[in-house]
């Protein structure tokens, strides 16, 4: 009997220890799960106030509103100011342009007109005009030197193409932006020097100091004259484009080259009566002078030929 009591009350003691130690694990893992859960909400809000932080310097760095996006297609104002820089630069960059245009036209001295024409209502001007009329030897053409605007040069040449059939256009463009500064920075400093001379001038005491510094002042405003006269040529020639413009009569194209037998013949005839006429009109022309060399050797000759029958009969 007591080995039973006593077997009973160990396993009573039993399972009242096994209620504990269930309890002692669930509270020892809840305690764990609610630690965990803390460090994971602190490191989540600091990740957020990191990310919040960036964002704000990056939007204060690109001009915008803390927590305001930009627009589409807004510009940044350091993009603003780099682009206006690149086009200031462009913008002050001095170009010369100069080309030529051919064009075969039904009346070259009509199409000259026209062209003339043209370019003044464009606000440019004829330098040179040449006219050739048509005669029995040769075609009608002209030639003419244009100065046209620069900011109208394309639709000037497009005006001026379609006056008839565009045989080339040839367009060439000369930077010519170093030469204009350095001209610019020559005539500042000349006038400078001319205003300081003047100021000198009139502090001037003495007869031989007036005398120097009108001397050197007259040099200094020769040059700063030259300057200025160079500084406008270049104004002018960076302002208006120089396009030279060749009118040829339809039909005067260079005929083609003989295709056969007889045609080969007449070309060959046709080039001798040519080449005989060209000889005839170089004997023409230098038949007056061989005259003029024929009268001179006799008169040599019947010298010579005195002073020898003189020297035989002494």
Same mark, same amino acid.
């Given at each position: 009997?007591?080995?039973?009591?006593?077997?009973?009350?160990?396993?009573?003691?039993?399972?009242?220890?096994?209620?504990?130690?269930?309890?002692?694990?669930?509270?020892?893992?809840?305690?764990?799960?609610?630690?965990?859960?803390?460090?994971?909400?602190?490191?989540?809000?600091?990740?957020?106030?990191?990310?919040?932080?960036?964002?704000?310097?990056?939007?204060?760095?690109?001009?915008?509103?803390?927590?305001?996006?930009?627009?589409?297609?807004?510009?940044?104002?350091?993009?603003?100011?780099?682009?206006?820089?690149?086009?200031?630069?462009? %913008?002050? $960059?001095?170009?010369? /342009?100069?080309?030529? =245009? *051919? !064009?075969?036209?039904? #009346?070259?001295?009509?199409?000259?007109?026209?062209?003339?024409?043209?370019?003044?209502?464009?606000?440019?001007?004829?330098?040179?005009?040449?006219?050739?009329?048509?005669?029995?030897?040769?075609?009608?053409?002209?030639?003419?030197?244009?100065?046209?605007?620069?900011?109208?040069?394309?639709?000037?040449?497009? %005006?001026? $193409?379609?006056?008839? /059939?565009?045989?080339? =256009? *040839? !367009?060439?463009?000369? #930077?010519?932006?170093?030469?204009?500064?350095?001209?610019?920075?020559?005539?500042?400093?000349?006038?400078?020097?001319?205003?300081?001379?003047?100021?000198?001038?009139?502090?001037?005491?003495?007869?031989?100091?007036?005398?120097?510094?009108?001397?050197?002042?007259?040099?200094?405003?020769?040059?700063?004259?030259?300057?200025?006269?160079?500084?406008?040529?270049?104004?002018?020639?960076?302002?208006?484009?120089?396009?030279?413009?060749?009118?040829?009569?339809?039909?005067?194209?260079?005929?083609?080259?003989?295709?056969?037998?007889?045609?080969?013949?007449?070309?060959?005839?046709?080039?001798?009566?040519?080449?005989?006429?060209?000889?005839?009109?170089?004997?023409?022309?230098?038949?007056?002078?061989?005259?003029?060399?024929?009268?001179?050797?006799?008169?040599?000759?019947?010298?010579?030929?005195?002073?020898?029958?003189?020297?035989?009969?002494?």
């Amino acid at each position: 009997m007591s080995n039973s009591t006593e077997t009973q009350g160990v396993a009573q003691g039993v399972q009242a220890r096994r209620p504990r130690r269930l309890r002692t694990w669930v509270g020892v893992t809840g305690g764990l799960a609610i630690i965990g859960l803390f460090l994971a909400g602190c490191t989540s809000l600091g990740s957020q106030s990191a990310s919040d932080s960036g964002y704000r310097s990056e939007s204060m760095d690109s001009g915008t509103v803390p927590g305001q996006l930009p627009a589409p297609g807004e510009i940044v104002a350091g993009d603003v100011a780099e682009d206006a820089a690149g086009e200031a630069t462009t %913008a002050d $960059r001095s170009v010369i /342009t100069t080309g030529s =245009v *051919s !064009l075969t036209v039904a #009346d070259p001295i009509r199409s000259a007109e026209n062209a003339a024409m043209i370019v003044e209502e464009a606000g440019g001007r004829v330098d040179s005009r040449t006219e050739t009329p048509e005669t029995e030897n040769q075609s009608a053409s002209a030639n003419l030197s244009l100065r046209i605007p620069v900011g109208d040069l394309d639709r000037t040449l497009d %005006a001026l $193409r379609a006056l008839g /059939t565009v045989n080339y =256009v *040839s !367009l060439n463009s000369s #930077d010519v932006t170093q030469q204009s500064q350095d001209l610019d920075a020559r005539i500042t400093a000349l006038r400078t020097s001319v205003d300081r001379l003047l100021a000198l001038m009139s502090q001037a005491t003495t007869t031989t100091d007036l005398i120097a510094i009108e001397s050197e002042l007259s040099s200094r405003q020769a040059e700063l004259e030259g300057m200025q006269s160079q500084r406008d040529y270049l104004t002018d020639q960076i302002e208006y484009s120089t396009i030279g413009l060749e009118l040829y009569s339809t039909g005067t194209v260079a005929p083609g080259a003989p295709d056969n037998f007889w045609t080969g013949v007449v070309a060959g005839w046709n080039t001798l009566v040519t080449a005989l006429g060209a000889l005839l009109v170089g004997v023409g022309f230098a038949l007056p002078w061989l005259a003029i060399l024929a009268v001179a050797g006799g008169i040599v000759f019947l010298i010579v030929r005195l002073a020898t029958r003189k020297e035989k009969a002494t």
